[in-house]
């Protein structure tokens, strides 16, 4: 689909249903929107971009990665009517040229072609049972597995979050949602932690060409690295991450507190990647002291001008792979919070594996964007769909969460640390770069074109100083290693961002 024609109307689920049911749906919903209050929100608008055929996807019986979740989201967000209050999108697949504005081309060649039909033919060493398959070849494995419509999935869940990043620079939505995105681990050219494309990557390339800083921060239970690395290099982005941190048990075994940047100081990303390392069973109260601790003096200190919010779920007790102990209400806190500061804002999904409890989270997350979150009655309406799916529990979005088999091993002594150790590394960031906006190329293509340009340039220059320092102990310059890091797939500094 060309450029421009970005978004339709979304339509919900109502076209499978007869005139009579829609009529008798739609006034079942409209009760619960007058009961529930639910209103646009005044002063700002938010936006949900999602297109359904993501959900239909499967990884596999076994695999916990379970896009259904967001059929359950949906339903939820549709069922209390919280889809009146904001501007709903069908977004689009993206296209192969936005793909590769972060990821290597033969990599997308390959997802692109690559099918659980041919890939005994045109691969056998990935065969699914064969030696190898969990083997390094764009990271494809039993974590990333090859399924049908993987090509469909990854664009299609990647356009949305390029779609909602959009109407942010456009001014159309202030708040604008993206639960099938939130995809962390990819890297440039490697699948991994069940993440194919980096949605993420492209939708903060989208603001950047409008906002000259933009804050991630990842409440993820994993480390938020796919998307630390592509902006390893550069200060206009500001990487945190909170997560469960074991260099050697849990994956992806990276973030540790003093992981702040690249080492070298005339890099202008060192200090621009913070990390808040926890370990097992963190609660509501201990999350959000230290999530307001940390992200309150980031925003004072680095003044974005647009955030990215990461909200996976899999950080909510009771998870499949998770390990914390944190409530819905703990989890939604954070996306309070970042709110609070009116500052334009992306909120994705990500990780999250107990599909109940992650459609919980999300729906209320969502409530939360819209202002509708204090006065919804948190008992599922009657006619929500699966509603016999939430039985465990009970048909409640609060089920008790925190009361789980994993002791809280943070004391408040640790967790201090971590906020003293987040604070001195603010100090060394010498305030918001400022960024002048002419010096922004229109479109990416041409930014891109200006960096080959630039890096031509420092290659001469290199080549002119390492003549004259012949000898002087292999120092690299400053601009030599950033071109190493544009030339390298998978590592750190994969995306330079002047
Ligand atoms: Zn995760």
Redesign the pocket.
Known sequence: MARGTTVTEYLPRSSKLSASDTFSLSSKIQREIERNGISRPKGYTVSWHANPEVEKHHFGMAHPMKPWRLTLTKEIVMAYGMHTAMDTHLSRAATVEELVEFHKEDYIDFLSSVTPQNLGTNYPWLKPGAVGYSGPFFGVGEDCPIFDGLFEYCSLYAGASIDAARKLTSHQSDIAINWSGGLHHAKKAEAS?FCYINDIVLAILQLLRHHPRVLYIDI???HGDGVEQAFWSTDRVLTLSFHKYDKETFFPGTGPLDDTGPTHPDNPGAHHSLNVPLNDGIDDVSYQWLFESVVGPCIDTYRPTAIVLQC?A?SLGHDRLGCFNLNIQGHGSCVSYVKSFKIPLLVVG??GYTPRNVARAWAHETSICIGADKGLDPTLPLHTPFRHHFAEEGPTLFPPLHATRFENKNPRAYLESVVTAIREQLRYMHGAPSVQMSHIPPDIQGWREEIDKELEEEAKREEETKEEKDGAGGLLARTGRRRDYERSAGTRGELSVL
């Open positions: 932690g993820d239970v994993h996976g899999d990500g990780g």
